[in-house]
C-alpha cells in the first residue's frame, strides 16, 4: 500500500501562508489506494456526483470529492470508514491558483467533516482531509 504524502493545510489568508501553501503544492502528491475504505453519504446534496477520492491509512476512512455540473461547485466530505467516538478531523477545499479560496471544516466528529464547497468550473482544486492521525487528499486534479 502506497503510504500518503504531505498533508496540505490552508491557514489563514496571509502572504507568508499563501506563499508556504504554494510551496507545499509543488512538492505535495498524495496518492489513494483504489478501493474506498467508506462510502459516499451524499452529504454534498442533490446534483453532486463524486469525481475523486483518497483513503485514509489503515481504513480509517475516505475524503471524497464530489462536482455538481449545473452549478460548476465542487464539494469535499472526509467520511469515517466507522461511526464511533469523537475524533479530531478536518476536510479542505481550494483552487489550486488560489489557496486564499479554501474552505475547511474542522473539529471532533463522530461519523464526517464537511461537507464544503467551492465554485470552480474549469479550474483544478487541491482537497484533503484529516481523521485522527491519519490523513490524505490529492493537489492539482480534476481541472476540467
Not at 33 to 45: I, K, M, T, W
Not at 55 to 73: H, S
Request: charge should be negative.
Amino acid at each position: 500500500m502506497t503510504k500518503p504524502g504531505p498533508h496540505v493545510r490552508f491557514p489563514m489568508k496571509t502572504a507568508a501562508a499563501s506563499a508556504a501553501l504554494a510551496a507545499a503544492l509543488t512538492t505535495a502528491a498524495v496518492l489513494a489506494a483504489p478501493a474506498s475504505a467508506a462510502s459516499y453519504n451524499d452529504v454534498c446534496g442533490s446534483g453532486y456526483g463524486v469525481v475523486n477520492s483518497a483513503d485514509l491509512p489503515g481504513g480509517a476512512g475516505t475524503v471524497f470529492l464530489t462536482y455538481n455540473a449545473a452549478n460548476g461547485r465542487n464539494c469535499a466530505v472526509n467520511v469515517r470508514a466507522d461511526a464511533g467516538e469523537r475524533l479530531p478531523m478536518d476536510v479542505q477545499l481550494a483552487r489550486s491558483d488560489d489557496p486564499d479560496s479554501a474552505a475547511l471544516d474542522t473539529g471532533d466528529f463522530t461519523e464526517y467533516a464537511g461537507p464544503v464547497y467551492l465554485e470552480a468550473r474549469g479550474q483544478c482544486v487541491t482537497w484533503s482531509g484529516i481523521t485522527g492521525t491519519g490523513q490524505a487528499g490529492k493537489a492539482g486534479t480534476n481541472c476540467g
